[in-house]
């Protein structure tokens, strides 16, 4: 079965320092991918997304994402963290004619010190 | 703005009661999907709808149904409701079944039911 994980539940980084959320997926042909953001008592806001192409994809408020097939990871990244980014992130797959369904990871909740 | 409505925002009722969500998709999108946020159980869908006709069901329980009207717009019944159900209710919807997946879905703002 198809499954995302997110290995890391909490990561607390200092504003100002880089961060890297991890996202790992099985899945036997490459899926489509997402990473979208919750803040809280909010939905969920799209950051970035990958169907094909340049591996290497650009988000919203300065987040990218790399896709590495060899892998089978999708990793976040933003090189200087804001304390409004605080929120929980979530990556999902979605599959090819499978009308749109996405599978979330659990969830990485990021804290921001000052 | 997502585009997506969901009502309510907030739903407190007993176990055993009946409850209605409801959501409204951007507009131009047919599909609407149902998700529940748990703490246990993370993200899960629970099911598709494109242009009023149920297309993929998830871990949806039989205490659970849904529709899509006419108009496009859709509800979530949830029936003989127990204090497990307390979750974060999500509605998203998408052109995904037209594009073969490669579009986004565009999420509500979430249902937050308790069940006391």
């Known amino acids: 079965a198809q499954s995302v994980t997110q290995p890391d539940i909490h990561i607390t980084v200092s504003e100002g320092a880089s961060l890297e959320l991890r996202c790992n997926y099985s899945?036997?042909?490459?899926?489509?991918l997402f990473w979208y953001v919750q803040s809280p008592g909010q939905g969920l806001q799209l950051l970035l997304k990958?169907?094909?192409?340049?591996?290497l994809v650009q988000g919203i408020k300065g987040f990218e994402a790399e896709f590495k097939r060899s892998q089978s990871s999708f990793n976040l990244r933003k090189p200087s963290v804001h304390w409004s980014d605080a929120a929980e992130y979530f990556c999902?797959?979605?599959?090819?004619?499978?009308?749109?369904?996405?599978?979330f990871g659990q969830g990485t909740e990021l804290s921001v010190k000052p | 703005d997502s585009g997506v409505t969901q009502t309510p925002k907030h739903l407190i009722t007993a176990t055993g009661q009946r409850v209605t969500l409801r959501c409204s998709p951007r507009?131009?999108?047919?599909?609407v999907y149902w998700y529940q946020q748990s703490l246990d159980q993370g993200l899960q869908f629970l099911i598709h709808?494109?242009?009023?006709?149920?297309?993929a069901k998830g871990n949806i329980l039989e205490r659970f149904s849904a529709q899509q009207f006419p108009d496009l717009h859709s509800e979530l019944n949830l029936s003989s409701l127990e204090l497990g159900d307390s979750a974060l209710y999500f509605c998203a919807s998408s052109a995904a079944l037209r594009t073969g997946g490669r579009t986004e879905a565009f999420f509500g703002q979430g249902t937050r039911l308790t069940v006391v």
């Open positions: 507009s131009g999108d047919l599909s």
């Open positions: 899945y036997g042909a490459t899926p489509y």
């Open positions: 990958y169907f094909s192409g340049d591996t």
């Open positions: 999902a797959v979605g599959l090819y004619n499978q009308g749109g369904k996405l599978i």
């Open positions: 709808y494109y242009n009023g006709e149920e297309r």
